[in-house]
């Protein structure tokens, strides 16, 4: 308790604030081109955060910048189509989708407010059991986050129209031979499917794979016919800027943000997982528990299917400080290069932390709080601007979209091979949506494609288990596996009972659909 | 042409200005294999602003060229010696592995060796209790194979693979067919070690080191041949009863192939002169390195004498 006091003491001083507020602003600024991600804007900032020499006040300006540039993310995926990071890919599916409608404004808002209450109700968690989490983060091993990433798989279900599931299959199982080039696998002690290509040796990397999904063919379809998809608010902008959701819709948000929090922040606990695994099982799980007519929207705009990956990757991102804090293990990218930062301002984060450094422990989590409310507050006015971009017309906005990602592709690796990539996928995803298949399985298969075969590959080599043996041995696993069966056949059955149901109204009654 | 003048004016500003640290070369030209924010990066860029710093160098720039995990530098450098004369590029262990595995179509031996300039010992660690010497880990394994897994940051066949069971093997254990679980990142390994899905952890000790303090986990030992100052407690293979596990995973500079031998020299003489400076001190303390300078001739026969023990381990094991 005196430690949580001194934390917020620490927040609140003018010092503390200025740098929060700078730290949102230029992360929000950076977060939007694709390619930089909380990552790499964090490893810019951490000179500077260095430099402040006040671990706490130096914590709570990365904050800023962390939060602002998750954020940033969110809005190149729902105006552009853009995503800059994966764990704003699910973001996309319904974000952008709605954007087009014409509900931009409404599509931030959602996403700014997702955002908010997943990373204020994730710190809430952190603040009341961090600890006891981190026990339960060490329970989880190669078999569990197989299941899990199983669970996460049925996201695809969404993109599977009616008639048309082989399309959605075959997609993920595109995206999974896209992973596996090179030697992004643990397993794979030689380069794969390189052709003895060396510049390949590396594989496709995730933003290169996302820019040349998503970035890429919208400007092929600019010049197939640049007519098309011109904004359709263009004539209305007045529904652009409108960011006003009604009692209805927020009623409609509350429950998923209530599930999706305590779901993303317990994945982001877990060190094998993080927040876009978080984003895509929230997608999934929310899409599967929705009523009939509801989840036929998940995928064109749907309110559920964008509230969950936004409330989920939020909370998520601050599960993952807690290995980090309590263990000093750090769970993902983002946290690993945090760890660098307090490492480098002579804190080592580890059980010690919190009994030898409580103001730090605290400060941290303080920061955290802050950083959500004022990324709020400075964003919330600012939603009407930024949903403008879209007026720009997409002649001149797409060959920027362009601009920015190359340079994205190129700047994380300097290596020229990306972009003749980006531009292959971008030439095979446009084929690809001609003929109607549905493009974010790609991406889902390729996230979870190598993730899975690592951990599949653990689990099969641990002398503890012979074989499979594991899916029974480990009652976590098991319990895994079951959901995600569950999640995958409900929507058939009901499907089924819901189509004799209707047979039997259309029987007696001639005039329905 | 105008490079020659350079190195000729440079020659000339050598002799002259003693003040300061002596300048030694002229400008560098760091080429680095991977991309930005790696430890290949921080080595390059770390080694160029202490060189610079104590006037060593007179400039440095750096480039990234990531690809091939490696190997599209190696052959840029290759393919463009003779006009790469001005050019260092960084590399380590994983080189030498590579190399043998065939993955790059040129051998580390193809380049003109510099100077290995920093290094980490491999260590083996446990979870506090589990084992308390590496004696019980081995007795435990020869007991029953398949009550140990073996956990690391590299790929079956990689540094951490190759190591671990080096030191088992030492140890009197036939660790050639030992379970390897690998994980992509260091801290998702320990988090396995702690969570009892491996029981034994092949790490650098930079990275054990830090969790053995906050008595998360104990290195049994370390593949030094000596103790380090940092870990006094802690035993080295050797003693600790694998006889000559020694290994060093380390970060040198490697320049392009026919570099004339005076301007080898050059830089090995500004990367000798450079542990003397407090702006060395400086860089190698905020990243926690430990130096283990090997120049020139000493570089080569080292590197040959690592080829043969990993190579015989990797044909041991079934890797080659």
């Known amino acids: ?513 | 042409m105008l490079k020659k003048l350079a190195v000729g004016a440079a020659a000339l500003v050598a002799t002259s200005s003693a003040a300061h640290a002596e300048q030694l070369v002229d400008s560098i030209h760091f080429l680095i294999p991977g991309g930005a924010g790696g430890g290949w990066d921080g080595t390059a860029r770390g080694t160029g602003e202490a060189l610079t710093g104590a006037g060593i160098v007179g400039s440095a720039s750096y480039e990234n060229m990531s690809g091939g995990g490696g190997g599209v530098a190696i052959g840029h450098l290759i393919e463009n010696a003779d006009s790469m004369h001005g050019t260092l590029m960084v590399n380590s262990t994983p080189i030498v592995i590579r190399s043998l595995q065939g993955v790059f179509p040129y051998n580390f031996s193809d380049l003109t060796m510099i100077a290995g300039t920093i290094g980490d010992f491999g260590a083996l660690v446990v979870t506090p209790g589990s084992a308390t010497t590496l004696a019980d880990l081995v007795a435990a394994y020869n007991a029953d194979s398949s009550s140990i897994a073996m956990g690391g940051g590299s790929v079956p066949g990689g540094m951490d693979h190759l190591i671990g069971a080096m030191v088992m093997n030492a140890a009197g254990a036939d660790a050639t067919k030992i379970a390897y679980l690998p994980f992509d990142a260091g801290g998702v390994a320990l988090a396995a070690l702690l969570s009892g899905e491996i029981e034994v952890l092949s790490t650098g000790l930079g990275e054990a080191l830090a969790q053995s303090k906050a008595g998360e986990v104990d290195i049994l030992c370390i593949t030094s041949d000596a103790r380090v100052a940092d870990a006094p407690d802690v035993p080295t293979c050797s003693e600790a009863g694998a006889d000559g596990a020694y290994f060093v995973n380390w970060r040198g500079f490697f320049a392009a192939p026919g570099l004339p031998d005076d301007k080898a020299d050059a830089y090995r003489a500004a990367i000798a002169a450079m542990y003397a400076t407090p702006e060395w001190e400086a860089v190698r303390a905020r990243n926690g390195w430990v130096e283990i300078h090997n120049p020139g001739a000493d570089f080569v026969s080292f590197l040959e004498n690592q080829e043969q023990i990993i190579g015989d381990l990797m044909t041991s094991m079934g890797f080659l």
């Open chain 1, 1 to 513: 308790m005196e430690g949580i006091l001194t934390g917020l003491s620490a927040a609140f001083t003018f010092q503390a604030i200025a740098l929060v507020v700078l730290g949102c602003l230029i992360g929000s600024f950076i977060g939007m081109v694709p390619g930089l991600g909380p990552m790499q804007v964090i490893a810019i900032m951490i000179p500077v955060a260095v430099g402040i020499g006040d671990p706490s006040i130096a914590m709570i300006m990365l904050a800023g910048v962390y939060y602002g540039a998750v954020f940033g993310g969110s809005t190149s995926s729902i105006l552009i189509n853009a995503p800059g990071v994966a764990s704003t890919v699910a973001t996309s599916f319904d974000g952008y989708p709605m954007a087009r409608k014409g509900f931009a404004g409404k599509a931030l808002t959602i996403a700014a407010l997702s955002s908010f209450a997943g990373g204020t109700l994730g710190a809430i968690l952190l603040t009341l059991a961090a600890k006891p989490l981190a026990d339960v983060a060490l329970l989880f091993q190669s078999p569990e986050y197989l299941a899990v990433m199983i669970v996460g798989m049925t996201a695809v279900a969404a993109f599977g129209e009616r008639g048309r599931a082989y399309k959605a299959v075959l997609m993920v199982i595109f995206g999974m031979i896209l992973a596996s080039i090179g030697e992004g696998s643990q397993f794979a002690n030689r380069p794969r499917f390189t052709f003895g290509y060396v510049p390949l040796q590396d594989g496709i990397s995730s933003i290169t794979l996302i820019m040349g999904l998503f970035a890429v063919p919208e400007a092929f379809f600019l010049i197939l016919d640049p007519k098309r998809g011109q904004y359709k608010g263009d004539g209305q902008s007045k529904e652009i800027n409108n960011m006003r959701i009604n009692g209805k819709e927020a009623k409609e948000m509350a429950p998923v943000i209530g599930r999706q929090s305590i779901l993303g922040f317990l994945i982001g606990v877990m060190p094998g997982a993080g927040a876009t695994i978080a984003s895509l099982m929230g997608y999934a799980m929310e899409r599967n528990i929705a009523p009939k007519e509801k989840r036929d929207e998940f995928g064109k705009g749907s309110l559920r299917g964008l509230t969950a990956p936004e409330t989920a990757n939020n909370a998520a991102s601050t599960g993952s400080f807690v290995p980090m804090l309590t263990l000093g293990i750090p769970g993902s990218g983002t946290t690993a290069i945090l760890l660098v930062a307090l490492i480098s301002l002579g804190v080592q984060p580890g059980p010690a932390l919190i009994n030898d450094n409580p103001d730090i422990f605290w400060g941290i989590i303080i920061s955290m709080y802050f950083g959500n409310v004022v990324l709020l507050i400075l964003n919330y006015p600012l939603i009407p601007y930024i949903a403008k971009l879209l007026a720009v017309p997409r002649t001149f906005l797409i060959p920027f979209v362009l601009f920015f990602s190359m340079v994205g592709a190129y700047l994380v690796s300097q290596n020229p091979t990306e972009l003749y990539t980006m531009i292959v996928l971008g030439v095979v995803t446009t084929l690809l949506r001609l003929a109607k298949f549905p493009i974010a399985p790609i991406v889902i298969g390729f996230i979870l494609g190598i993730r899975m075969e690592d951990n599949l590959g653990r689990a099969l080599t641990d002398p503890d288990y012979t074989g499979f043996s594991f899916i029974w041995q480990r009652p976590m696993t098991l319990v895994f596996l079951l959901i995600a069966a569950a999640m995958l056949l409900y929507p058939m059955i009901e499907g089924r009972l819901a189509r004799r149901e209707r047979k039997k109204a259309r029987d007696s009654q001639v005039t329905q659909d």
